[in-house]
């Protein structure tokens, strides 16, 4: 038990590098019909072991829905789009301010209240994005480099994904066993993929295969999705949430490490402080949620 966090922080985290590695031949919207779709499957398998209802309540389907859009195929394919378009630490720590979007939605929609830690939190997090984004910015209206803007923004769209899609299933729950709920939004993940696929075009590649690409694609649908989404479900069901918060919080910092040694990252010196002042803010949530739930 007391490894699963420590097993989740590096499925998780080393997921980034080898997504990274993998869309050197794969298509975004090709790689996550397979990746999603290995997930929801292996959660299925699983209710089906534990002698589960398959299909949730009919009620439950409209929070489903909405849930996987935004915070499954929203977040994934944004998060793809994110790697094909800057280094994969840059992307991996500026999507981690979903915890501060979060945050800042739960405020404006549920009329949570923004305390000292929140604003705090909020305040880090766009000092270490503005950070983040001056060089993008820079080549933007400098060199008139629109292309450089997709680094910053895909990211922060999964963010922005993955935190209305918390936020909504927080205003609206939705009733069902959270194995089941989690595997039907990971579908409606990959049905979304697949209509791009489809409306995009892409096919399954035939060509790139190497030793390097088939070990980084067996990580992410073995370990990334299927065994980290059941793993995490065993952690929720029998720690606090501060141990579930702290793991969390470990997977960006996994991510840069393992970029760095895996895909040759080597973020700059401002980058760091970029990365340290999102992580802190990212921290300041994180954790007070644990202390108040746990």
Known sequence: MRLIPVALALFWGLNWPAVKIILSIFPPFTLRVLGLGSGAVLLLLL?????????????AWPGIVVGGVLAVAVFN?????????????????????????????????????????????????????????????????????????????FPLVAAFGWAAGTVYLKRWPVAGHRIVVTAWQLAVGA???????????????????????VVALSFHIILGTAVAYWLWFVLSERVSATVAALTTLMVPVVGVLGAMALVGDRPAAADWWGFAFVLAGAALIVLNLGRSRG
């Not at 209710?47 to 299909?55: E, G, Q, T, V």
């Not at 892409?202 to 030793?211: D, K, M, R």
């Open 77 to 153: 394919l944004a998060v793809a789009w994110a790697q094909l378009s800057t280094s994969t630490s840059r992307a991996a720590v500026l999507t981690f301010t979903m915890p501060m979007m979060s945050a800042l939605l739960a405020w404006l929609v549920l009329g949570e209240r923004l305390d000292r830690r929140r604003a705090l939190a909020l305040t880090l997090g766009a000092a270490g994005v503005a950070i983040l984004a001056w060089p993008v910015l820079r080549a933007v209206f400098a060199q008139h480099d629109l292309a450089a803007t997709k680094g910053l923004v």
């Open 47 to 59: 209710a089906r072991a534990k002698r589960l209802a398959l299909l949730p309540p009919r009620a």
């Open 191 to 213: 049905a979304c993929a697949l209509a791009g696929v489809l409306i995009a075009g892409e096919s399954f590649p035939t060509q790139g295969w190497n030793g390097r690409i």
